[in-house]
């Protein structure tokens, strides 16, 4: 028997019940768009990360205090032995790790903003003049931090963008005095705008010189000190200089973290690769639950063309040619189910983004090759049941079921 | 043409077997018009399957123009049934959402015949049934003759040799029955074998052999006038 004329027929028999058929293809067209959708949006999530977190600047080290491990194990803070991260760490980080470019320390706090009878609460980062170049963030007009502010604690402060704005909205803001929690700062610059990065608005912050802000929040350690080395290949070894001097200082103890970018990369790659895993692996269960609904249906279709396959059996029709009609009917369900759900899910993956922007996705031509070739999978596996039971029906048996 | 020697068949029902043939043997020869008549549980039904090749017997051999069907796998049967034989049920059993002209196809597509030639083959038969004009009706929206008469075409589309008919006149009012009846009569004027089933004294004198089975054995085998 030629496939294109059993083609045709199981294709008239889907089209002679068309609201069943649509409905069997409902279930497989649901999971197939719910698999591209997921993983799509999983997939989204993990190219915006690793985009935002390479966007930070190259080649990072982020040391922070207490000893805190990436990779599972916890630690609790025995009170005492945790030393904090110091100015003069960083600056001997700076002088003495050859490795580094640079040694940035940062201290990290809130405070409100006034300006004549405007005040909002921002977030401010106390710096160094080298923050600009290992954060990529840098002044629009105007001046950042310099050394000499560091050195004796001079209460300037730089804008960022939508700070300046709200505050000041087109007025020159350079040389205006703002009161930062109730002390006076002048304003020496404007950040350049670049936007939000990893759901924190970095237009929407304060820079202090590091040591005002320890004045300012009345500490006497660091948030962190951001590190850079000019080659990726240099990172491991950094990692090991700073260890070594920060803990010569810190009485032989590691009572510190020091962060890689890599490290930080790799550990959200793989948060997010099971993230998508488990998505498509739920959505893989509706796909399943689809394919059941074919087999359901193709038993149910079975059983109503009894006397058909007799009469088709009666008149030469071979086992493998009642098998491939409603195998190809199976199929044809999932298959044409799955080229929809194909459609309506990488459509829908294309157009929440325009909608919802905090939801990145990105198609993959995997998920895509994946979802079919299992959609197309799941036709054939649940289609051998039912199309079996039909070939091997007794024509006689079959001829006088009523 | 079809040698039965010995044929029995057993069907188990729970814990006791039915004999429904027991030890048929029968000859019939190329061009003849055999009636097969018995009352209903006689096994003839029963035969006319075993000889259209629709089951297989329990025990005895079965030879269709020389060929031993008895040891024949499904895939063969199946061949043998489309190449070699032609239906008709007493229900007419055509496909019921397919035309008429759809309904004479069926066949051929099994015996790998491409679309064009077995359209140019079923539409003179249809036309030769004197169904012109009902080429793309559905079997719902032709009467009980109409249906029979498809079917007959349907049955003669691969040019088989042996015709069963399995009373093939038991729906049917009376007219139309003698008009399915006329055209068996001349089919097998024109060389075609047909076997016919059929509890109706009317319709079995037509034949030119009558066979009587009873309780699964023949009772009677004569030649009609």
Redesign the interface.
């Given at each position: 028997?030629?496939l294109p004329?059993t083609f045709r027929v199981s294709l008239?028999?889907i089209l002679?019940n068309k609201v069943r058929s649509s409905l069997t293809m409902l279930g497989v067209i649901i999971g197939v768009m719910a698999v591209i959708l997921l993983v799509s949006i999983g997939e989204g999530a993990r190219v915006y990360i690793t985009k935002e977190l390479t966007g930070l600047g190259t080649n990072l080290l982020i040391i922070q205090p207490g000893k805190t491990s990436a990779s599972g194990g916890f630690h609790p803070p025995s009170a005492g032995t945790v030393r904090k991260l110091t100015y003069d760490d960083s600056q001997a980080l700076r002088r003495r790790a050859w490795l580094l470019t640079d040694a940035v320390p940062i201290v990290i706090g809130t405070g409100r903003i006034k300006f004549q009878n405007l005040g909002r609460d921002v977030m401010i980062i106390g710096a160094t003049p080298e923050f600009q170049r290992v954060r990529n963030l840098f002044v629009d007009s105007g001046s950042f931090v310099s050394q000499g502010d560091v050195d004796s604690k001079v209460k300037i402060i730089i804008l960022g963008a939508k700070v300046k704005e709200e505050v000041f909205g087109d007025q020159n803001a350079l040389g205006r005095v703002v009161m930062l929690s109730d002390t006076r700062y002048r304003v020496v610059g404007v950040m350049r705008k670049k936007g939000t990065s990893l759901g924190m608005d970095v237009d929407d912050v304060v820079y202090i010189p590091v040591t005002s802000g320890q004045e300012l929040f009345d500490t006497d350690s660091l948030f962190e000190i951001i590190a850079s080395t000019p080659r990726a290949e240099d990172v491991d070894k950094a990692s090991a200089q700073i260890k070594d001097i920060l803990m010569k200082r810190h009485a032989h103890k590691e009572d510190f973290t020091i962060q890689t970018q890599g490290a930080i990369l790799s550990t959200m790659n793989m948060i997010l690769g099971v993230l998508t895993a488990v998505l498509g692996g739920i959505a893989g269960i509706s796909l399943l639950v689809g394919g059941i609904g074919i087999m359901n249906i193709m038993l149910v279709s079975v059983r109503e063309r009894t006397?058909?396959i007799?009469?088709?059996?009666?008149?030469?029709?071979?086992?493998?040619?009642i098998m491939a009609q409603f195998m190809i009917e199976a199929m044809t369900l999932s298959g044409v189910g799955g080229v929809i759900g194909i459609l309506i899910g990488v459509g829908l993956a294309l157009l929440i983004p325009v909608f919802v922007d905090v939801l990145p996705t990105s198609v993959s031509a995997w998920s895509i090759i994946m979802a079919f070739t299992f959609s197309a999978a799941v036709g054939v596996f649940f289609g051998v049941y039912p199309a079996r039971k039909a070939s091997l029906q007794d024509?006689?048996q079959a001829?006088r079921y009523e | 043409m079809i040698e039965l020697s010995d044929i029995t068949k057993t069907y188990r029902m729970g814990e006791v077997d039915l004999t429904v043939l027991d030890g048929v043997s029968l000859g019939i020869k190329q061009g003849e018009f055999v009636a097969i008549m018995g009352p209903s549980g006689s096994g003839k039904s029963t035969l006319m399957n075993i000889i259209g090749c629709l089951d297989r017997p329990t025990s005895g051999v079965y030879r269709f123009e020389d060929r031993e069907i008895s040891t024949m796998n499904d895939d063969e049967l199946a061949s043998v049934r489309n190449i070699k034989i032609g239906f008709v049920f007493q229900t007419f059993n055509l496909l019921p959402r397919f035309s008429a002209l759809k309904n004479v196809e069926v066949p051929l597509i099994y015996s790998g015949v491409p679309a064009r030639e077995r359209r140019e083959r079923a539409i003179p038969l249809l036309e030769k049934v004197g169904l012109a004009d009902r080429l793309h009706h559905k079997p719902t929206e032709l009467s009980g003759g109409q249906q029979q008469r498809v079917a007959i075409a349907r049955a003669l589309v691969n040019h088989p040799p042996l015709l069963l008919a399995d009373e093939p006149t038991g729906n049917l009012d009376s007219r139309s029955g003698e008009e399915i009846l006329h055209i068996l009569t001349n089919l097998n004027d024109q060389g075609v074998t047909i076997i016919l089933v059929t509890h109706d004294q009317n319709v079995g004198t037509r034949c030119k052999r009558m066979i009587n089975l009873k309780d699964g054995q023949i009772v009677g085998d004569r030649v009609c006038a």
């Open positions: 028997m030629n004329e008239e028999a002679s006397r058909e007799g009469i088709r059996k009666a008149l030469g029709a071979r086992n493998k040619d024509p006689i001829l | -």
